[in-house]
């Protein structure tokens, strides 16, 4: 089992930048797909961005596409969420978590704690 840590939130003002960073201990993540995803007060949890374990697929959310990028170093066996242009709608929590399967977000397991992101406008 992977142990996730998430780090890199903040409070923010609109149309600045922000960069998540999820490090993993227990395995290396260079055998597993990853994904972001945030939760907002009161609001069901939600993908928002996935990476394939090589680093070669990619997918977003319709609402961050242009905006944020997802990344991965395997070597440090870590995971990024770039996020630029933050609007006050970014504000949640955001967790990242393994990717059992590609393109099954039902799937996500290992949650870490997650990183408050908060967004004023």
């Known amino acids: 089992q992977v142990l996730l840590v998430e780090s890199g939130g903040g409070l923010v003002q609109a149309g600045d930048s922000l960069r998540l960073t999820c490090e993993a201990t227990?395995?290396?993540?260079?055998?597993?797909?990853m994904g972001w995803f945030r939760q907002a007060p009161g609001k069901e949890r939600e993908f928002v961005a996935a990476?394939?374990?090589?680093?070669?697929?990619?997918e977003y959310l319709d609402s961050v596409k242009g905006r944020f990028t997802v990344s991965r170093d395997n070597t440090k066996n870590t995971v990024y969420l770039q996020m630029d242009n933050l609007k006050p709608e970014d504000t949640a929590l955001y967790s990242c978590?393994?990717?059992?399967?590609?393109?099954?977000?039902?799937?996500?397991?290992?949650w870490g704690q997650g990183t408050q992101v908060t967004v004023s406008s």
């Open positions: 978590a393994v990717l059992p399967r590609w393109g099954d977000r039902s799937l996500a397991r290992d």
């Open positions: 227990g395995r290396t993540l260079s055998t597993v797909h």
């Open positions: 990476i394939s374990m090589s680093g070669g697929l990619t």
